[in-house]
């Protein structure tokens, strides 16, 4: 059983910062991407940011230079980093992770969804 477990969301003021953790855990062979996506209400799932077990990054295009993703390996845990945030930021934020649980199976994972609200 893998689990994703997302966490860090809350409400934060225009301009501010959040810090989003998602950690995979369960019986895991090795995890490969792993990402951030958002859904706002009446909007389809977005892409935020995705990194490769080897650190290549890819960002939307509204989101570079006020968000970084990162991970640590040993942790299975990626990290989206969220800097001036804006109003239209606010959304439910997903981890998505590709994993494998052995050599010969490899799926698509998510979390929960944590939200995330930028309003004064």
């Known amino acids: 059983q893998v689990q994703l477990v997302e966490s860090g969301g809350g409400l934060v003021q225009p301009g501010g910062s959040l810090r989003l953790s998602c950690a995979a855990s369960g019986s895991i062979f090795k995890v490969n991407a792993m990402g951030w996506y958002r859904q706002a209400p009446g909007k389809q799932r977005e892409l935020v940011a995705a990194?490769?077990?080897?650190?290549?990054?890819n960002y939307a295009d509204s989101m570079k230079g006020r968000f970084a993703i990162s991970r640590d390996n040993a942790k299975n845990t990626v990290y989206l980093q969220m800097n001036s945030l804006k109003p239209e930021d606010t959304a439910v934020y997903y981890c998505n992770a590709d994993l494998m649980i052995n050599w010969w199976s490899r799926s698509d994972y998510w979390g929960q969804g944590t939200q995330v609200t930028v309003s004064s």
């Open positions: 990194i490769t077990s080897g650190g290549i990054t």
